[in-house]
Structures are given as C-alpha cells and as structure tokens.
C-alpha cells in the first residue's frame, strides 16, 4: 500500500514538474534514498548518489508550493536539519554523514603562565576547543614564541597531530587526560580559522606576572584601661619619635589606619624602644601577584582526636592530631594598576590547660581576623583591635612570711604592620 502511494506521489510530482509549476512535496519517514529519487531524480533531473552508511535513514520533509529551483535549497536544509549532508561532486550530488570539520594542533610551551590558567580562559574565549596537555616533549622543537617550530615534521597543519603530543579525543573543553598541575606544555585543537585568533589571546595571556615583597611584623601591646587602643599607643610614639601627626589618619577607624614614610624600619626604631610593645613574628617573602604567603611562628601541639575501634569489636584507639598555635598570617596580594590589594588572614592562638570537658586535651586560645584591603606600594598599614585579657594573682612577703595578695588586670592587643613593595 506505502509503495502504491509513494507511486502515485512521485506521478503527480513529475507531472507538475513537467509543467513547471509550483510543486509542494510532503513525505513522512521515507528512506533517504527514495526521498533523493524524487527530489533529485524525478524533480531536478539530477545524478545523486546516496552513501550505504546513511541508506537506512529516514526524513520526514514538507516543502510548501515552490518553484522546482527552489526545491534544491529546501532539500539540503533538510538534509542537514535530519543530521546529513548534500555535497555537489563533479555534477554529481552525494548525501552522506557530515564531514567532521578540519582542525589545527597547536603546541606552545607557557613562558610565565602555567597551562592550567592558560587552559581555562581559552576555553572560556573557545567554547569548542579542545586542549591537553603534558610534561616537555624532547622531540618537538619549538621556536622563539614558544610554538611549535615549522618545517621540522611538527608543523601546525590542518587536522595533523604532532609527534610528541598528548592526543586529544573525546570530549570538547579541558581535557581529563592530563595532569594539569605538572604539565608545563599545552595542546590546542581548533578550527583553522580561529587559530590565529587562539595564538593571539595566548600571547596576550601568557605575559610576565608581577611579584610583591612583603614584610609584616607582629607586636603584642601590654596597655593599660586607660591608655586607649594600641594604635593610639602606636601614634603617641611616632608623634614623639619621628613627627608624625596620625591625628587625621585615626579619625573614623580604630582597627586600621596607613601612612607613607618611605619604609616601615623608621616605624620599628619607633616601636623597638617601647618595652610596651613585645615583638612576635618579623617574615619577610617575596610572592607572585594572586598567589598566597604563608607565615607561621609557633609551635604543632598534639590534641586528642577520635577514638577508633578495631575490626571484630577489638580495642578502641584513641588518635592523636597536631594542631598549630603561635603567630600563623596568610596574605594573598593581586597587583592592580597602581596599587595592591591584600586579601589578609591572621591568627594569634595557643594552648592552654583545659579545666572543663576533656581534661587529657589542650584549650586552644585564638584571636582571629580576616580582612581585605588596598594599598599603595610602600604604603605601611597598621591592623589592631585582636585584644585579650590576663589576670594574674600575686602575694607580697615579709621576712619570708606571706603577707597579703593581689589580683593583677593586664590587657595585650596585637598590632600586626604590613608593607607590600612591588618589583
């Protein structure tokens, strides 16, 4: 009955075709082969050929009155719109699968970046690139940009992998075949008209970082109640040691204030001659611009963890972790134009006996702060309010004997100063 049908569809086609008017063709799953007889055989006249990987194929197709020119337009979109293709050889159409299109490799050797940052931003800029990547290959030469040389059996040509190279297969975007961490050479994939393009950001990516020095130095402040904060005691002193009028800096901030006086070490000479301030950390690190420095003074102390019980309900093990105390400061600069911002985390911690809960295990003491600020390079920046309080008892004696006693009230603030210098 179909046969009878697509019979009689393809006479009324060939009449109208004959006449040549307008001819409105409408199939409903047929095979792509009797779809090409129709359209290209009986229609336009035309040699076809239909390719065995895609004679199993069926295409649902509607095509309104239209001219018989313009039934060729309409049946290679919707070829195209059911996943195949019609390609005109030698006269000839030919309705195969798409060709996959072509692509060039690309191999660059990162001069200042690593191939993890390089990696995700082209793939932002490229949504269907592929990039892989590995340790240094020995046997690809590369050329004075960092490239791939040309002419030595590597060069960049359409759709070729070069010797040496990770391959790229599978799945668009960053590649899960490498070690992105140690890889320090980069693999791209992309179409020969974006390549150019793809060289150009890479190089406008892969640019020097810049690099900061910083030197913080931590003072405990032993003040008394009625001496103000540390910073006012920080004021006092470098009014009278070196003239400096911090009245304007204070006004509105008690836990911040900067200054600019060509570098932190007039501040220290200031500072180190106040038996008030107690040094506790002076680093000093060199870092790349959006990398973290780490400074730790202190010491690992063992705390108890949990209890673990051995297979077969055997005896319960009790663990032990190391837990840091001291002067622990982790700062993040990001170089801007013209200033640093300073993401800043700082920590003044330790151990004490615990005389509640669990009496086998050290208390913890901290004061804590995280913050986020900019600076300007040589700009000294003063950080207070972490304060804590101490009570001691104390007794005086007469001619050995114990005669009277006395509760002592000791406040401490720590006052953290940091320096960033941009190289």
């Known amino acids: 009955m179909g046969n009878r049908i697509f019979r009689i569809v393809c006479a009324f086609l060939l ?6 008017e307008p001819v409105a063709v409408q199939f409903d799953q047929i095979p792509v082969k009797d779809f090409a007889k129709v359209v290209y055989g009986d229609i336009l006249k035309t040699g076809y050929v239909v390719h065995e ?51 060039e490799v690309i191999i660059y050797r990162p001069k200042f970046r690593s191939v993890s940052y390089l990696s995700e931003l082209l793939v932002a800029a490229f949504p269907g690139i592929q990039i892989g990547g590995r340790r240094q290959m020995s046997n690809v030469p590369m050329n004075q940009y ?18 040496g190279a ?67 005691l920080v004021w006092g002193l470098l009014k009278s040691k070196i003239g400096i009028d911090l009245r304007g800096k204070l006004a509105g901030s008690d836990s911040t204030v900067s200054i600019k006086i060509g570098g932190i070490d007039a501040v220290l000479n200031a500072l180190d001659t106040d038996t008030r301030f ?6 000093a690190v060199r870092v790349k611009s959006g990398s ?29 972790e190391y837990r840091s105390s001291g002067v622990l400061l982790d700062v993040t600069p990001q170089v801007r134009q013209g200033r640093v911002d300073v993401k800043l985390k700082q920590e003044y911690s330790t151990f004490v006996q615990t005389i509640t809960g669990v009496q086998n295990s050290p208390t913890l003491n901290k004061r804590s702060a995280e913050t986020e600020l900019s600076v300007e390079p040589g700009e000294v920046v003063f950080i ?5 309080e101490e009570n001691t008892d104390s007794s005086q004696a007469f001619y050995g004997l114990p005669f009277g006693k006395s509760k002592e009230r000791r406040q401490n603030e720590t006052v953290l100063m940091l320096e960033v210098q941009r190289i």
């Open 15 to 20: 009449s109208a075709s004959a006449l040549a």
């Open 53 to 103: 990987s895609v004679d199993s194929a069926k295409i649902s197709v509607y095509f309104p009155k239209s001219e018989p020119k313009q039934i060729e337009r309409l049946a290679v979109d919707a070829l195209k719109a059911s996943g195949l293709a019609a390609e005109s050889v030698g006269g000839v159409v030919v309705i195969n699968k798409p060709k996959a299109p072509e692509s």
């Open 278 to 283: 107690k040094s506790l950390s002076r680093p």
């Open 384 to 388: 207070g309010g972490l304060e804590s």
């Open 292 to 320: 973290m420095a780490r400074f730790a003074v202190g010491a690992d102390v063992p705390v108890l963890g949990g209890v673990v019980t051995q297979n077969n309900g055997g005896a319960a093990v009790q663990s032990v």
């Open 146 to 163: 960092g490239y791939a040389a040309q002419g030595q059996g590597y060069a960049n040509q359409p759709g070729q992998m070069m010797q």
């Open 166 to 232: 990770m391959p790229i297969t599978g799945e668009q975007g960053v590649s899960g075949l490498f070690d992105r961490v140690s890889a320090d050479v980069l693999v791209a994939r992309v179409e020969p008209e974006k390549a150019k393009a793809l060289r150009s950001l890479i190089d406008q990516l892969d640019i020097e970082q810049s690099e900061v020095v910083i030197r913080a130095v931590a003072y405990e402040v032993q003040k008394g109640q009625r001496e103000g904060s540390a910073l006012d």
